[in-house]
């Protein structure tokens, strides 16, 4: 029996597209379609699910969008000027090049060419930057998305020890940023952290991005602590689950998010909030940060 509150990731992203839809709708009548394009290269099974998934919640709020696909062995150089194309189009504002990408394909060199305006993934280092600065613009939609579920259930942050553990550039890091921004005491934790106990033992609120399923169990965590599981792995009977033992670490937890149904769904939702972002600046004529 979990005794910790269930942080529901689905129901809140339910509950934050049926808002987007009447903003959209709006933004429609002003004259205003948000438009995102999304860039799928190959046909890796993980990233044609999460494509069409970004599809399919796309139009369920009335955000338009544009399925653009390229085999796998398409050039650098094609790639980028299609990018580019989408960089001067007034009807996208959002590109998101689904990562990730094939071996002759530098992601480097693709995110730094989409325009930082159109950086719905918050991956491009000039968003990054930003968030480092604690200036307006895309944040990643994991660490984005983690904030949001935490608000809903009324977790503060000022104050509190936040441990992440994974440093990779789309979740651990721009979220110790965010945490910081947020007031918060923020210890960052990857594989070499030794012993990673020692460390999550000591966290208010816990970030576990590894992938790695079992990583935490009950003994590697605080009486009361919030625990937020980004892991997606499948167990030996093919089951998705998170990189946190979810029934025990439950029963230990004050709030705890499940997998699937937690993280990943708000992950997905902060896309449509960025990309409706990016219309509503670009509606208004300026660019993030202009005086
Ligand atoms: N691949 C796995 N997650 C993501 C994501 O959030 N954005 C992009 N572009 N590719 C991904």
């Keep these: 029996m979990t005794t910790a509150q269930l942080i529901d990731g689905k129901a809140i992203a339910k ?17 205003t379609v948000p438009g995102l394009a999304v860039v799928l290269v190959g046909e890796n099974p993980a990233s044609m699910s999460y494509v069409k998934g970004k ?16 085999p796998v062995s398409v050039s650098e150089p094609e790639l980028l000027e299609k990018i580019g194309e989408l960089n001067e189009r007034d009807d996208i504002h959002g590109i998101l090049v689904q990562l990730p990408l094939p071996k002759q ?12 305006e159109k950086d719905v993934d918050g991956f491009h280092p000039i968003s990054l930057g930003r968030l480092m600065t604690k200036q307006d613009g895309f944040v990643p939609c994991t660490p984005a998305g983690i904030m949001d579920m935490l608000k809903a259930v009324h977790v503060s942050i000022a104050g509190k020890h936040v441990v992440i553990v994974g440093r ?39 970030v576990v991005a590894v992938g790695r399923a079992g990583l935490i169990g009950a003994e590697d965590i ?5 625990v937020i599981d980004v892991g997606m792995n ?25 997998v699937p149904g937690g993280v990943g769904p708000m992950t997905r939702v902060m896309l449509l909030e960025n990309t409706i972002k990016a219309a509503k ?3 208004r004529g300026r660019k993030i940060n202009a005086q």
């Design 281 to 283: 600046i670009r509606n």
């Design 55 to 70: 599809i399919r919640d796309c139009k369920e709020v009335g955000i338009y969008s544009e399925l653009i696909r390229f």
């Design 105 to 116: 394909i530098s992601e480097r060199k693709v995110i730094q060419t989409i325009s930082p």
């Design 15 to 31: 509950a934050k597209r049926t808002e987007m839809k009447t903003v959209v709708a709006q933004m429609k009548a002003e004259g």
């Design 222 to 226: 605080k009486p009361g602590a919030v």
């Design 168 to 206: 990779s550039n789309i979740v651990g890091k721009p979220a110790s940023q965010l945490f910081l921004n947020h007031d918060a005491t923020v210890t960052i934790c990857h594989s070499r952290t030794t012993p990673l106990a020692h460390y999550t033992k000591q966290a208010d609120i816990l």
């Design 234 to 258: 499948r167990n030996k009977n093919g089951k998705l689950v998170g990189d946190v033992e979810f029934e025990e670490v439950g029963e230990k937890a004050s709030f705890i998010t499940p």
